[in-house]
């Protein structure tokens, strides 16, 4: 069975030291579904999201990703890390989103997106020179291929981003509060891109605290607080008709 | 007389006493000092001038330049490899760099440059091979020590060691979220280092190492101890044979002077233009609609991709 683009977690566990962050959580997203993540600051949401692309690592639980262990090896006696190839490989598969765009500033737009496949893939240069003017067209930026980061705004930046990650022609896209930074009247732009790339099937877990969106396009919402997956179901069921009193609370306060 | 309306009257701050004063201290000073350098004899201007372009000084003053470009670009290699030492996560690796750059910073550089030339006292034979085979050649340490590498050889493993603090401050300016793009992409350690991460570092390091550049040019002068025939090696063997010892120490400070006056050229333009730094949000044109007004910036240039 080709389990491509699907997460499945069962029972992360992550300390910072003695405080713990995340704790017991499962998690199931299925190929080609939209799920959300939502929750109080400091819930975890962040960090649950870093460990399916390793820039965490988790403690203890399962966790497959496109149906592989993530970054380690289940032998008899435990879960045994990946070498760093082999972990960099599997994280091509994954397109991760940041907050703060992340754009490398050194490099234009255009070699933004081109970077995973020419210095990662070690593809072709012009054939990922237009595969990245597509994607850069795709994304609603067409003839700004030639612009360094710092002079695009934030919306523009972040769509360059999710550019930048598409390239690599990920399985899994994940986005970490995708529009936190953008100033109000940048926000549509963005969604209007992760909204085209849903329904094109791409299998999507977003943190976000843009509930109408959530309830738009998400198939599943998982409400984390303290580290704890609270409620997870059905985007409009959580949304509409919360069963936890912490999930009715905390909704009551953000819509 | 005609009388200004109190709304276009300049305004203006009187002159103190205190503004000419300075002035006139400064003058005093300055042409106090042109004066005895013109009058005091012993000073011996036209020996100066002779000297100044005779071929030994020419040849001391390539050798000194050639001395910093070497040991300079030797430096800067070993100390990013020190700098990447130092940020290991392997606690080995990253003590060990610490503790070249607490030994070779604490210890001043003329006793390192005297301590490389006499290394043959320590170990008089190495031999270079390769470990668990029988290829090796036999090395006299005497032979190849020569004041030249011992010269080079010295100033180098201090100055890497300064080096690798600049490139450190240089890599703690980049964002970690940098890192984690690139980690994010799949990119391996080295493509990280390479293409994101030390291209960002260069706004904090260039400027830095210019700096390094200009103090390495004055600290060559030391090596004149060990007998190599360096600007100011060359002005001291001129004046042990015609005693003209403060004419050729002219000489040789006019040239540092005049060195160090042509490379902080350079070295400001490069400051200022990475003060303007890419990461600062540019013209205001960034953020609004349009983008298109936006000045192009980049620090460094997009030499990868
Ligand atoms: N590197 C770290 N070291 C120690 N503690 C950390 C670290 N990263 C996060 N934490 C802690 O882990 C907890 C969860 O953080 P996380 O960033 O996942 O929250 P979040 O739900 O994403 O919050 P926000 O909505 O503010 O982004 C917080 O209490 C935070 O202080
Ligand atoms: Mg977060």
């Known amino acids: ?255 | 007389m005609s009388q200004l309306l109190a709304e276009e009257k300049k305004r203006i701050t009187p002159k103190r006493p205190r503004d000419y004063v300075t002035w006139a201290v400064a003058i005093a000073i300055v042409a106090g000092l042109v004066w005895t350098a013109v009058t005091n004899e012993n000073y011996r201007w036209p020996v100066v001038f002779s000297y100044f372009t005779t071929q030994s000084i020419l040849n001391g003053l390539l050798i000194t330049l050639v001395l910093t470009a070497v040991s300079m670009a030797l430096s800067t290699l070993l100390g990013l490899v020190l700098a990447v030492m130092r940020m290991s996560h392997q606690r080995p690796v990253s003590g060990l760099a610490q503790l070249y750059i607490a030994f070779f910073r604490g210890t001043p550089v003329l006793v390192q440059l005297i301590f490389w030339f006499n290394i043959a006292a320590l170990y008089p034979h190495i031999s270079i091979g390769i470990p668990f085979t029988d290829i090796s050649t036999p090395v006299n340490v005497n032979a190849i020590m020569t004041p030249l590498t011992a010269a080079v050889v010295g100033l180098t493993l201090n100055q890497a060691a300064y080096m690798s603090e600049i490139i450190r401050g240089g890599f703690a300016s980049v964002p970690r979220g940098q890192h984690e793009a690139a980690e994010s992409l799949g990119m391996s350690g080295f493509t990280k280092l390479r293409r994101v991460i030390i291209p960002q570092t260069m706004p904090s390091v260039v400027p830095a190492t210019g700096n390094q550049v200009i103090g390495m040019l004055k600290e060559t002068s030391l090596v004149s101890v060990l007998g190599v025939a360096d600007l100011l090696n060359s002005a001291q063997s001129i004046y042990a044979r015609n005693y003209q010892t403060i004419p050729l120490l002219i000489v040789a400070s006019l040239w540092y002077l005049i060195m160090t006056l042509v490379l902080s050229v350079p070295q400001s333009m490069i400051e200022r233009r990475f003060s303007r730094s890419t990461r600062a949000r540019l013209t205001p044109a960034a953020t609004s609609a349009e983008p298109g007004a936006g000045q192009p910036v980049p620090a460094t240039r997009e030499s990868l991709l």
Request: aromatic residues 4%.
């Open chain 1, 1 to 255: 069975m080709n389990a491509d683009g699907t997460i499945v977690a069962r029972k992360l566990c992550k300390s910072y030291g003695r405080h713990q962050v995340l704790r017991d959580i499962d998690l199931t997203v299925a190929a080609g579904e939209i799920s959300c993540i939502i929750g109080p600051s400091g819930s975890g949401k962040s960090t649950l999201l870093r460990c399916i692309n390793g820039l965490e690592t988790i403690d203890r639980g399962v966790l497959k990703v496109n149906g592989e262990d993530f970054g380690y090896v289940e032998k008899d006696d435990a879960y045994h890390a990946v070498r760093p190839k082999r972990l960099a490989q599997q994280r091509t598969r994954i397109g991760m989103v940041f907050q703060q765009f992340n754009l490398f500033p050194n490099m234009t737009a255009e070699s933004n997106v081109m970077s995973g496949p020419v210095l990662v893939k070690k593809k072709n240069r012009e054939a990922s020179r237009e595969q990245a003017r597509e994607l850069l067209a795709k994304v609603g930026l067409e003839g700004c291929g030639h612009k360094y980061p710092a002079q695009l705004s934030g919306g523009q930046q972040q769509r360059v981003a999710i550019a930048r990650a598409l390239a690599m022609e990920p399985t899994i896209m994940l986005f970490d509060e995708p529009t936190s930074a953008l100033d109000p009247e940048r926000v549509g732009e963005v969604l209007a891109v992760m909204r085209d790339l849903a329904g094109n099937g791409m299998t999507m877990l977003l943190v976000t605290h843009e509930m109408g969106f959530a309830r738009e396009v998400a198939d599943e919402v998982l409400f984390m607080d303290e580290g704890i997956a609270v409620e997870r179901g059905d985007a409009r069921e959580v949304l509409g008709n919360p069963r936890e009193k912490r999930t009715q609370a905390f909704l009551e306060r953000v819509l």
